[in-house]
């Protein structure tokens, strides 16, 4: 199925002729094109040059923009007039260039974001912009700052309610919008004359320095000793780099410019931007049944379409059987003849236009053998449900599976539970249901692939991916190809966000590409339109947890019963296939003291979307159920929800083997965040506020399953992990130039979380310097950048990091030893301050000086595993408060307190952005489930652009307060941990509890409606 708007238009695109450059350009040139059935040719006066274009009738705006003329700042997500990235401006009025038909912006005034301002001339939205941190991934930046140009040139002294007003129409899929609405404001007041310089300065943060030393009262701090126990080796706290003394590390600082402001120049190199003359463009063709076979195939009409260079179907590819391996998973076959999924790829057209291609699409003709189906757990589960495992049943049992448990895939217990129940003086069962979610990112899936000869003539690869690493893609394609990796150029410096979710959903087609561009000898792109895309991505499945808790009559629980029913897809093995990922993840955080409980996982096979990473890993579809039955059991004996946590929350203790943390500030997160948000105006009856609207507190916890921290050479355990088959290795390059300036070269691409900004940080602090300035980066390109895995999990700070403070401490051992022999002193006399190394008496080197016979290069690596890999999970927790109109059942977000565990904030301003999308995005999978088929629940997502699935905009935006809890990791260079993923889990319990307490309405059922809020209320009226 189809959703092409200009269906009813046929038409070939044929040439255009740039008047700015006078030289003609042809767009599929090679190719024999027909008669267009409606051809236009209009001038365009574009950032004021004058472009002629011939195109058709049916071409938009933007298709002239950035596909015929490549001016490829305007970026395109939805392509269906629903998120406001590809806004233009015609004639000084903002409009979605993907709904502008070209004609009707021939001969006029067009303003794109290359016209706003160049990269040496930035305009204050830009420049601000920057400051702000109002662009995460930047892929939806280019077109809200026309629009805000736009405003401002109409309304030069605009209020924050003009902004919103203003920029409505555009989402930001990382939530930046408290930034975009402060550059803005900001911009304004500079253009008035009112303000010159603006200072980075965060927005609302609290900010809880913890004493390093702590005395365990609440277990959230680590030992006394300089020294400890980690990993059974005894090592120096923090590496011996302690968080004491810190002249950047702490610092709110911009991103690091050269890869924030490409974000709002339109120069930010996304794989969707990148552009060639000749190139190919692909489109899927895709199946329409949740489960088939095909049977036959026809491509005969399609191949002889106008302008289609190559079809490729499950006949035609020559991909090898069998899983593609990337890092330590799999990516399904990209042209499966079996399929399990509404929406798989059926066949990859590359023609000379998209909709060359999608004509060709619609002349494929695809015989299949429809088969029974199942997308809901309660289909998978039912006696008589369709056998999706050839007789083997839907349950997964792996080797693992216990034998003692015959209807789980995974088991735990402790204690007898039999007997907690008996001491029970409250038994209560609940039963929730996550229905799924997904993280949906503003770049569209896709890739570009182009072979050139290199200067031996032999044929070299470059690919322009998405995704969270750039080695184990080109490794993977490389080895699909039967090529050596050396003859891959593999490129990933922007993307629009991946999420984790998108990673798959481009990387499984990074081979068709690649191949399509050799069989055609043209560069191939793919851009997946955002209904195939969305069937595509990895989602959070649809989870079913049923609880039973016995307590007694003073709180203290004395037995859990724990089942969770889980949608795998089409998964067999690993994921949510096997175990709940990190098995005591799910148990952990309440369980501590609880003497009797049992948990069972039990993994179905469906046809519903794989799930997988979606910002975050097991967060929302297992916390939801935790903390909406905390709150409940909470009130079944009388006590405050913060309290009867507090009871139950685990505090490790040094020597308790099953908790190995030595910071875990879990009570300090209770205690601060309750502070914070003003528990105490909560009152404990629910629906207490009187009138028409009433207000409601609730909150929920979480903590982190992934806990990846690693080592990094020189420690034993780097040696023996390194030396593993599939060893998940990191490395980096330093090098310090004559200039004095140290060049920082890492693989990992950026997706908005400005991790390489944070890792310079800790260079400069590491290598004396009092800011952030002397630390260049070189980034994301496997010709540039020596071998890294890739991020996932929140892992870049300690597994890059590791890479990266490996480098650094020994790069600043190398310049003491070379100051030393230079000065003729002891090293250890040495003090290093801003590229200078000074002995006292005058004696002293520059950093330049002593790079002056050449760089200085060292290199770093880190690596993941080995026990310290589970011994970081951060805690974190959320405050909410909503309002609930009690006549209609709508509902707003009025503020939230987000409390993190957050180990030393590394850059609070960059964190503080991050944490505003990781909550704005946690509450959109609390409040949207994914726009399941209407027909088939489960099945295949459906939604046109963004329209049926509502993502937040700038008015959706709760009020926000971060507050950060340094809870210094002992083991890792001056405390940092990771926390990114931290407290993401913990929105959808928070705001189900809050609307409870405001309206009495207790959903069980995700998402969070107002549908579902008006008939609670309506069944408390009855
Ligand atoms: S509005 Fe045009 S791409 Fe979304
Ligand atoms: S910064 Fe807006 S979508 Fe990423």
Redesign the pocket.
Known sequence: MSYSRRDFLRAASVTLTSAAAGEPVLAGASLTLPTPISRERSTFLINGTPHIADYEARTTL?EVIAVKLGLTGT?????????????VLVDGKPV????TLATEAANKHITTIEGIGAPTSLHPLQRIGHIRVAADCGFCTAGWVVTAKALLDKNPNPTEADVKSALAGHICRCSAYPGIIRTVLDSAAVLRGERKAIEPANDSVVHIELPVIRDFSTYGGHTRAETFLADRSIIRTFQGYPPENLNVIGKPLPPLPEVSLPRFTGKAQYASRVWFRDMLYARFLTCPHPHARIKSLDTAAAEKMPGVAYILTYKNSPRKAGPIPIGDRAVPDPLPQDINLQGEPVAIVAAATEDLAQDACDAIKVEYEVLPFVSTLKDAMAANAPDLRAGRGNLLRQASSPTDEPTATWANHRGDINRGFAEADIIKEFTYRFTGGVSVPMQPSGSVARWDKDHNGEDRLTFWGMGQGIYPARNALAAALDIDPSRVRFINKWNGSTFGSARMAAERYYFSIAHLSRVTGKPVKIMLPKDQELAQLQIKPETITKFKIGARKDGRITAINHEVYVSAGDLEFGRHASNPGSSTNQMELYTSTVPNWRSIWCAYKTNAPRPGPSRSYYQQETKWSWESMMDEMAEAVGLDPVEFRLMHITRPRPGDTRYPYDCFPSTEILQEGAKASGWDRRTPKPAADSGRYKRGFGMGMTQHHGGLMGYHEGEPEFEALSKAPGANIFSTELELSSDGYVTMRIALPDSGSNAATALAHVVSEMLGFTSRDRVRLIWGDTDMAPLSDEWFGGRTITLQGAAICNAADKLRKDLLRRAATALGVDADKLQIRDGILSAGAGKSISFGALAGNGPIKVHGRGVSGGPRAGTNKGVGACFAEVEVDTWTGNWRFIRAVYPHDTGIVINPLVAEADMVGSLVESTQITTDAIPWDREFPGTRHYSV??LSYRLPTIMDTPKQTQVFIDSYEPRWFYGIKSFSETSIGSVPGAIANAVYNACGVRIREHPITREKIMAGLRKQRV
């Open positions: 933007w970026n395109r997500s939805c392509n269906r007039a629903s998120c406001g990235a590809c806004s979605y260039s993907c709904h652009g963004y």
